[in-house]
């Protein structure tokens, strides 16, 4: 692991982000969305930062996970592409607006994130369906529900059990969608599709312009579904792109 300190020296691999950041250079593993390839990002720890400059931060291409916030710098790959959805033009596709009637019956509930046993129930009947493993209790809470900026949780109700989970992080001009889960014997009603299009309702209610999307990545069919949502901009070389 090696380290820097950003914000002194302007480069090509950090740029200028805040004296008061240090950065590392982490190498993560296997790199999850591409076959063969290796994670490797620049982060930091933060348990408390101001939401401008998170905001900031992520119009440099950096996210978070709990306290912890990467920039994804793998050597001789930029795959890992920043994207957000502009909600003022944003209007729901005919698909889209069946995912909405299909849903119909669900009510949502946000609250601040904090650890419930029945979102961590549910958290863990997702992953153990889609990754095989039950999470510990404290990687759920590092992951979800530790954050250093105002994050909310939308809770997805069928009468009154829950269906879905989604993080937010609600920022100065847009909210950034974390992650969702939701219970697999509801996936017919394509709820992953249908917390985004209450993502960009709730940031027009919210009178944000942006819902920050993460990243999409070419290649990589579990993150093709971001591309249905327009008008939509891409982070490429510093400059956010129609």
């Excluded at 950041?21 to 982060?43: D, F, K, M």
Aim: glycine letters at 6%; charged letters at 25%; aromatic letters at 12%.
């Amino acid at each position: 692991m090696k380290k820097n300190e950003a914000g002194k020296n302007r480069d090509s691999a950090t740029g200028k982000i805040s004296k008061k950041i240090r950065l590392e250079l982490t190498v993560n593993g296997i790199c999850s969305y591409l076959p063969g390839r290796t994670w490797i990002s620049h982060a930091f720890w933060a348990k408390k930062l101001a939401p401008k400059l998170y905001e900031d931060l992520i119009n440099k291409g950096f996210r978070r996970c709990g306290y912890h916030f990467y920039r994804n710098c793998c050597p001789e790959c930029e795959a890992c592409i920043p994207i957000r959805l502009d909600v003022a033009g944003f209007s729901p596709s005919k698909s889209q607006r069946r995912a909405l009637k299909k849903n119909s019956d669900i009510k949502i509930v946000c609250h601040k994130a904090r650890f419930e046993e029945e979102g961590f129930s549910l958290y863990s009947k997702y992953c153990m369906d889609r990754h095989g493993s039950r999470p510990a209790e404290n990687d759920y809470t590092n992951f979800l529900i530790d954050s250093p900026v105002n994050t909310q949780i939308m809770r997805y109700y069928c009468e009154s059990q829950i269906i879905g989970l989604g993080w937010i992080d609600v920022l100065p001009n847009s909210l950034s969608s974390v992650y969702f889960a939701f219970d697999p014997d509801h996936a017919w009603r394509s709820l992953g599709v249908y917390s985004l299009l209450k993502e960009a309702e709730l940031c027009k209610k919210l009178k944000k312009q942006w819902l920050q999307m993460g990243f999409w990545v070419e290649g990589c069919q579990k993150m093709s579904y971001k591309n249905n949502y327009k008008p939509c901009h891409y982070l490429k070389k510093g400059k956010w792109q129609d």
